[in-house]
């Protein structure tokens, strides 16, 4: 039986496939907030107060919860929309949400995904 050999193209894309199928649990990085909108990606009213978010690949439905690392306060989101679709960003929070966690503008976040 011959060795199997793996061309680093082959395995780089194998991980890529793999990461796409297991979306990260935990994350950290900036985040925003958005207050307008009328329907989210997920098809279903926006609602500027609500406890939801939006995510780049996460799936609808999952729920997040984010840590505010400046003021130690953490919410549990479910992902409703995508985005954010500004470099750098790593998840858009309804008004609502980035309330609770007593955000300005953007702030510093881990996410962890709640089983």
Do not use: C
């Amino acid at each position: 039986m011959k060795p199997v050999r793996w061309s680093a193209a082959a395995l780089l894309g194998t991980l890529v496939s793999l990461a796409a199928l297991n979306p990260a649990t935990a994350q950290s990085g900036a985040a925003s907030w958005y207050g307008s909108g009328h329907q989210t990606a997920n098809g279903e009213r926006f609602n500027p107060n609500g406890m939801t978010a939006a995510h780049r690949s996460l799936p609808f439905g999952t729920r997040v919860r984010v840590e505010n690392k400046q003021t130690g306060r953490s919410v549990v989101v479910r992902i409703n929309d995508r985005g954010p679709f500004v470099r750098g960003r790593i998840i858009d929070l309804s008004r609502g949400s980035a309330r609770a966690l007593g955000m300005g503008g953007t702030s510093y976040v881990s996410l962890h995904v709640v089983d």
